[in-house]
């Protein structure tokens, strides 16, 4: 079953969080490629309001996970866990 989840992170580069949010963002990924599968995007709002539009995206910066939706810094560990927990139902 070649089933990837899809992440997607949505920023502005405008923000003084730009670079704390993609070095833990960096952190997830290299991360997450033992756990599972997936294809990851950064999302510019600014580049691409219609995105922000069109998953409901109203504070940054927003993680989407599959159906999960992590908003504010991200923190690697905790949405780790979290992916890990959803794999075990």
Not at 16 to 26: A, C, G, K, L, N
Not at 54 to 63: E, G, H, I, Q, S
Request: glycine share 2%.
């Amino acid at each position: 079953m070649n089933n990837k989840t899809k992440i997607l992170l949505f920023i502005s580069k405008e923000s003084i969080f730009f670079q704390t949010t993609m070095d833990e963002f960096q952190k997830l990924l290299k991360t997450l490629e033992k756990v599972q599968p997936f294809t990851s995007e950064v999302i510019d709002i600014s580049e691409k309001p219609d995105m922000a539009e069109k998953y409901k995206v109203d504070a940054l910066p927003t993680m989407i996970i599959g159906d999960k939706r992590f908003i504010g810094q991200p923190n690697s560990e905790k949405i780790v866990e979290v992916i890990k927990n959803d794999q075990e139902k």
